[in-house]
């Protein structure tokens, strides 16, 4: 089978789903272009400003994506194979995730464009709101840990990696730079565009002459002290104006990830006729992973981003929802967003299909298929192969920036709301906070069961897919709750809900299992702050459950 007509396949089906399943869902949200939304009621130009559509798509679609539509999906396909995991995007994005955005999103602009915990704390109880901002931060924990530790060990890949880190500096001082020239200087959005995206590429190519090297700080490797000079980055971008870095970075990494995907898909068209992009990679593989643990449910939370991601809640109603000019920009924001987010898996698990089983084996990580897969459709179009990798490693390490200082910062939010605590300090205390435990986890040896040392992120995978899924879960539990009360259709959301909730724990308990059962084994409790966030994720879960079924039971008598 030709890689062309898998693409081509995916595309007819989310489009299909944008256009029938989207149109379904604004009729039953009831979207209306003349409501007075939050960025115009509450406009202060700092965390509530009006945003054109297609700017504030660029920029929700790059805090969304991150690298979990291309590290999820290739993983998938490396251990049960591309067909399961292509389905999984499919129907997970367009019944699931689409749906959990678009309604996250509506919900928040109609509650004053309050967090995605508020709004449950309005239609639920003070109770369930405690617990689900805990669910919460501790959800975010995960997030920036795994996605630090992935960016940081692009940085240090032998070949590459310096030349990728220095060009990923530049990036940033761009964005920053691009924020102050709008918002100062008042330059036109299309102006501004066409002077700072062709020097993304500038940054590429200058990255490749002035390669950066950290020197490794306190006894620590260059890969953790990588990954303590992201945290310090993260720091400092969540309590800046949203303006000066969070809009024109998400805007260029918006743009940057069209164009990575937009050129990949010429180039499988062209290389599909000049080269014969023939599918190398097996469709099934099998139901276990190397790690002994099953297709289902791991195939759902291993995918996540993919399909469905509780993440993209926190942002639609953290940042999304306060810059959204219109209701009805939210079936494209919210669903076309998420939908765009399944295509871009789509890319991801193509970058896959072009090697082999043992090919899989000498490239290792899912970044650097995904940059062997991107350079390989762009050198079919003529462009220098070398070149090409180090734009897709910097697309990797862009996507993954939009995502990190978005978590911090909405982890800011949380930690605020929690404590009530808000003054002049409370935002530089509350991302300090949210960053403690990535730290340490980040700055620890891991070893597999073998003995060996193995990378932070690929530890926190997949217990990072499951708390996300389950996340997703519980924003869709609490959204069934709200629409209940409204007297609207709900179960269009309570239905995804349940079996994300299945897929999510069981998922969790296959995880843990192994390491309770050592524990029996050895006669000792391991105070691992893996197994206590993991615990904790669990038990916020199941009172949340109850207090949900018990608010449906107690209205429908």
């Known amino acids: 089978m030709n890689i062309l007509l898998l693409v081509v396949l995916g595309i007819i089906l989310l489009l299909s789903g944008y256009f029938l399943y989207g149109f379904i869902l604004s009729k039953l949200l009831r979207l209306n272009p003349n409501v007075e939304t939050p960025a115009y009621k509450f406009k202060n130009d700092v965390d509530f400003t009006p945003t054109n559509k297609i700017y504030l798509l660029g920029q929700h679609l790059s805090a969304i994506a991150a690298a979990g539509p291309i590290v999820g999906p290739i993983l998938a396909g490396m251990w049960f194979g591309w067909l399961p995991t292509f389905l999984w995007i499919i129907i997970g994005g367009i019944f699931i995730g689409g749906v959990h955005d678009m309604v996250a999103l509506v919900a928040s602009i109609r509650h004053k464009a309050k967090s995605i915990a508020e709004v449950i704390k309005e239609n639920m109880s003070n109770k369930a709101f405690i617990l689900f901002l805990l669910f919460l931060w501790f959800s975010l924990i995960y997030i920036v840990t795994a996605f630090t530790d992935i960016t940081a060990g692009t940085f240090v890949e032998a070949t590459r990696g310096a030349s990728v880190a220095s060009s990923s500096m530049m990036y940033l001082l761009l964005a920053l730079v691009m924020g102050i020239v709008l918002k100062v200087f008042k330059t036109p959005l299309l102006l501004s565009t066409l002077i700072f995206l062709p020097l993304v590429f500038v940054c590429i190519w200058l990255g490749q002459i002035f390669p950066l090297q950290l020197v490794p700080l306190l006894g ?13 980055y993260c720091f400092f971008a969540a309590v800046i104006p949203v303006w000066l870095l969070l809009q024109p970075r998400g805007y260029l990494g918006g743009f940057f990830l069209t164009v990575t995907v937009g050129l990949s898909f010429v180039g499988i068209v062209i290389g599909s006729f000049t080269q014969k992009f023939a599918i190398q990679y097996p469709a099934f593989v099998g139901w ?47 669903y076309g967003g998420m939908l765009l987010e399944s295509f871009v898996a789509i890319i991801a698990l193509a970058t896959l299909l072009l090697v082999s089983s043992t090919q899989t084996q000498q490239l290792k990580d899912p970044n650097l298929i995904y940059a062997n897969g991107i350079a390989t459709f762009l050198n079919s179009m003529g462009i220098n192969k070398e070149f090409a990798f180090n734009f897709a490693l910097l697309a990797f390490a862009t996507f993954v920036y939009d995502t990190l200082d978005v978590a911090t910062r909405l982890g800011r939010y949380i930690f605020e709301e929690l404590t009530g605590w808000r003054s002049r300090f409370s935002q530089y205390i509350a991302s300090l906070a949210t960053l403690i435990i990535p730290a340490i986890l980040v700055t620890r040896k891991i070893v597999d069961s073998q003995g060996n040392v193995v990378p932070a992120w690929k530890a926190f995978w997949t217990i990072f897919g ?21 007297k609207t259709k709900y179960l269009f959301t309570l239905l995804p809900a349940v079996f994300m909730i299945f897929v999510a724990i069981f998922s969790l308990y296959l995880i843990l299992q192994p390491i309770f059962l050592k524990m029996l084994l050895q006669g000792k409790l391991y105070f691992d702050p893996f197994i206590i966030t993991s615990l904790i994720l669990l038990l916020l879960a199941f009172l949340l459950i109850f207090e949900v079924f018990s608010i449906l039971e107690k209205g429908r008598k």
């Open 466 to 486: 499951s708390s996300n899924q389950l996340l997703a879960a519980m924003v869709l539990l609490g959204l069934s709750v709200w629409l209940f009360k409204k």
């Open 288 to 334: 276990v992973n190397p790690e002994g643990l099953p297709l289902f449910p791991l195939l759902f939370t291993t995918v996540a981003c993919g399909a469905v991601s509780g993440f993209h809640a926190i942002v639609s109603s953290g940042t999304t929802s306060k810059q959204i000019a219109k209701e009805t920009d939210a079936k494209l924001i919210g």
């Open 220 to 232: 620590m490797d260059i890969r953790m002290t990588w990954d303590i000079a992201l945290l310090v």
